[in-house]
Nanobody
Framework: QVQLVESGGGLAQVGDSLRLSCAASGGTFTRYTMGWFRQAPGAEREFVAGITKTTGVTRYADSVRGRFTISKDNGKNTVYLQVNSLKPDDTAVYYC?????????????????WGQGTQVTVSS
């Protein structure tokens, strides 16, 4: 069973960039398709980005496409989310998730494993 630990969140200004990391342990990293989700206060958890385990195909939510980039380093068992041009609406807890199936799910119910989340706050 894989364990996921996110890091890299914090307080940012509008237009700033952050790089979120998700380190995986306890499992074979290349077995998992990875996703990033976020949850703002009072809102449901929403899909942000995903990357498949074999081909590295990526998918993004419309709200972040062109500003966020998901990538992974299999040698470091880590998936990243580069977040650029931050907006106040990006304020949320960002979660890393993993699933065994080879395609990306846009539904949080499609992921078996979750990290504890990292807070991103964007101040104007």
């Amino acid at each position: 069973q894989v364990q996921l630990v996110e890091s890299g969140g914090g307080l940012a200004q509008v237009g700033d960039s952050l790089r979120l990391s998700c380190a995986a342990s306890g499992g074979t990293f290349t077995r998992y398709t990875m996703g990033w989700f976020r949850q703002a206060p009072g809102a449901e958890r929403e899909f942000v980005a995903g990357i498949t385990k074999t081909t590295g195909v990526t998918r993004y939510a419309d709200s972040v496409r062109g500003r966020f980039t998901i990538s992974k380093d299999n040698g470091k068992n880590t998936v990243y989310l580069q977040v650029n041009s931050l907006k106040p609406d990006d304020t949320a807890v960002y979660y890393c998730a993993a699933r065994n199936l080879p395609w990306i799910s846009f539904d949080n119910k499609g992921y078996e494993y979750w990290g504890q989340g990292t807070q991103v706050t964007v101040s104007s």
